[in-house]
């Protein structure tokens, strides 16, 4: 079982639709990251969060620590949204992040 | 913004031959990290290093790859004799206290 799971693998929304990506882990965690992976390939952090919700622009992240869950949110989604989202976890006593496989994302106009 | 630098984009080398992977991370950052993510696969963790020396390594880190501080800004990841598994997008990521990722653009190595 992956040690970071999340859900839905692919995600196809129209644009202005709500948008609720999910990571569940099983791990005792230091922080986990929210990042954005465009079609070329590179990564961006959206988020890093240890606990409660974060908000930037139409991306609102939250996490529960008791329940091992983050969401990630996209209000008033738009095309140029599409992307990869992954879920990373640093594991706690260690300096490695753990990966989801992450969710792809398609807005269409 | 503060960015973390790598080059080249994309390498093509041939089976057998050496690669350096280059990074410049963020000046007051001190932790650095590589990762790989294989087409269609995740982002997958393979070294750690800090205050001059690898802190964690993966599995994957095995004798055929090295990294290196070479001067005090680069931060290099050598792969000693590439096999064509090892195609695969290269991720340097630097960090100060408190866990703030930054990632670099990658490296896409295409081994033939």
Known sequence: ?109 | EPEVTQTPSHQVTQMGQEVILRCVPISNHLYFYWYRQILGQKVEFLVSFYNNEISEKSEIFDDQFSVERPDGSNFTLKIRSTKLEDSAMYFCASRTEGYGYTFGSGTRLTVV
Not at chain 1, 13 to 35: D, K, R
Not at chain 1, 46 to 51: N, T
Not at chain 1, 94 to 101: A, D, Q
């Open chain 1, 1 to 109: 079982k992956n040690e970071v799971e999340q859900s839905p693998q692919n995600l196809t929304a129209q644009e202005g639709e709500f948008i609720t990506i999910n990571c569940s882990y099983s791990v005792g965690i230091s922080a986990l990251h929210w990042l954005q992976q465009h079609p070329g390939g590179g990564i961006v952090s959206l988020f890093m969060l240890s606990s409660g919700k974060k908000k930037h622009g139409r991306l609102i992240a939250t996490i529960n620590i008791q329940e091992k869950h983050s969401s990630l949110h996209i209000t008033a989604s738009h095309p140029r949204d599409s992307a990869v989202y992954i879920c990373a976890v640093g594991r706690s006593g260690t300096y490695k992040y753990i990966f989801g496989t992450g969710t792809r994302l398609k807005v269409l106009a």
